[in-house]
Nanobody, 120 residues
């Protein structure tokens, strides 16, 4: 089994910062891309940021310049540093990972989600 466990969400005032972490564990041969999505009430889930195994990143325009994604391959962990948070960043944030379990088994995995609330 593979698990993604997120941490670091919470309540913060506008202009503040939070750092989310997501650690993957279980039967893992290799982790390909890892990323963060978010879903606000009444809205579809959207990509926030993603990072490949070699460190190439893709950041959503709505958070570019404020958020940064990084990963520690030795720890199977991906991070999302969120600065200058705005009320519109309020959402449940989900970790996602493309994981190779064996040479023939590859899957897309999700964390349970962590709430980020930004007050004005």
């Amino acid at each position: 089994q593979v698990q993604l466990v997120e941490s670091g969400g919470g309540l913060v005032q506008a202009g503040g910062s939070l750092r989310l972490s997501c650690a993957a564990s279980g039967s893992i041969l290799r982790i390909n891309a890892m990323g963060w999505y978010r879903q606000a009430p009444g809205k579809q889930r959207e990509l926030v940021a993603e990072i490949t195994a070699v460190g190439s990143t893709n950041i959503a325009d709505s958070v570019k310049g404020r958020f940064a994604v990084s990963r520690d391959n030795n720890k199977n962990t991906v991070y999302l540093q969120m600065n200058n948070l705005k009320p519109e960043d309020t959402a449940v944030y989900y970790c996602n990972a493309d994981i190779q379990k064996t040479l023939l088994r590859r899957g897309d995995y999700w964390g349970q989600g962590t709430q980020v609330t930004v007050s004005s």
